[in-house]
């Protein structure tokens, strides 16, 4: 673990790594500072890293595995100590690091009796596993073991959610969940110089190895400013350019916080509730952005009058 003296300047605000380790392959650790901040500034920026560290930079999963001669899931392998759920978590558990976008192909291709580990993996250009001695599975006998991964980039967390309804056809293998954030855990803490006229901002980052905490930092830095760039940008009255209005947001709602979950919804009844989340819909804003309301009547038991009350809870709620 590495330690620095803490020194607060009097100029411009500036950044500095005071504190920085690696406990094992998956969790690296890093404390910074960022000072001197007038009063209030450091809540602000704190508050809005954090948000950033979690949700917006990216990362790199397993989302979907397919096993050879190996009809269902409760099927009992010949020749594998694991079930197919412990194969499928251990799966899950594999920490990448890639700038791939897109779906990429990966598999393993072995013979026992052996361990298959992480490094067993036949990966795609430019994918990395940042530990190679990760568990998948254990093979018991003498035969050839093959498994098909596909590899996504994405951010936050993606529920493959089966359809209770759809038959389970072996060819077109098992979704796994994917938690894309590299970052498992951010704290900030606000203390005042002496004088108590400054603020100084510690921010505390663990990541998963597949980026330095330094690196999350800097990308959730872009990540924000990103965000803030079009309000430097003279104000465009032009109403062609906000066409994708009137088609991906549902005219029921007018403005939604990006990070309204459902659980927060007052008075959503139970029954409404547990169609959202089969239907793989965890925040307010995928109702209007990623998901048809056409298609969620589909394939749950959603009916009209449900949309029209869903809506009025969620006004009821931002009001």
């Known amino acids: ?69 190996i009809p269902h899931k409760y099927t009992s392998p010949v020749g594998i100590k694991e079930s197919i ?27 026992g009796p052996r361990d298959v580990t992480a490094q067993d993996i036949i990966l795609p250009p430019s ?23 596909k590899i996504e980039r994405g951010w936050g967390y993606s529920r493959k959610i089966p359809q209770p309804t759809k038959p389970f056809d072996p060819e077109s293998g098992y979704p796994i969940d994917a938690v894309f954030m590299p970052v498992k855990n951010v704290s900030h803490s606000i203390h ?5 006229s400054r603020e100084i901002l510690f921010l505390e980052i663990w990541t998963n190895g597949s980026l330095t905490p330094k690196e999350a930092l800097r990308e959730a830095s872009r990540k924000l400013i990103n965000l803030f760039l079009p309000f430097l940008h003279a104000e465009e009255e032009e109403e062609e350019d906000f066409d994708f209005l009137e088609n ?14 459902i659980d927060q919804l007052v008075g959503l009844p139970p029954r409404l509730y547990n169609c959202l989340k089969r239907a793989g819909i965890h925040k307010v804003t995928d109702l209007c952005l990623d998901k048809n309301i056409d298609d969620l009547m589909k394939r749950t038991d959603f009916r009209e009058e449900d949309i029209e009350r869903l809506f009025n809870i969620i006004r009821n709620n931002l009001s």
């Not at 005042?192 to 108590?196: C, E, H, T, V, W």
Request: charged residues 25%.
């Open 1 to 69: 673990m590495i330690r620095e003296k803490v020194r607060v300047s009097t100029q411009t605000p500036r950044w500095k790594c005071v504190e920085s380790g690696i406990d094992d392959k998956r969790l690296y650790y890093g404390r910074f500072i960022l000072s001197p901040l007038k009063k209030g500034q450091a809540h602000i920026i704190g508050i809005a890293m954090r948000r950033a560290l979690l949700g917006e930079i990216e990362g790199t999963c397993i989302t979907h595995a397919k096993f050879a001669k």
């Open 85 to 111: 759920d412990e194969i499928l978590m251990n799966l899950k558990e594999i920490v990448l690091r890639s700038n791939l976008y897109g779906t990429r192909d990966a598999c393993i291709c072995v013979r």
């Open 127 to 149: 994918t990395e596993i940042v530990d190679n001695t990760q568990h998948i599975l254990t093979l018991t006998e003498p035969i050839h073991f093959c498994l098909e991964l």
């Open 192 to 196: 005042s110089d002496k004088r108590g």
């Open 248 to 261: 991906n947001q549902n005219p029921h709602i007018e403005a939604l916080p990006i990070d309204f979950y």
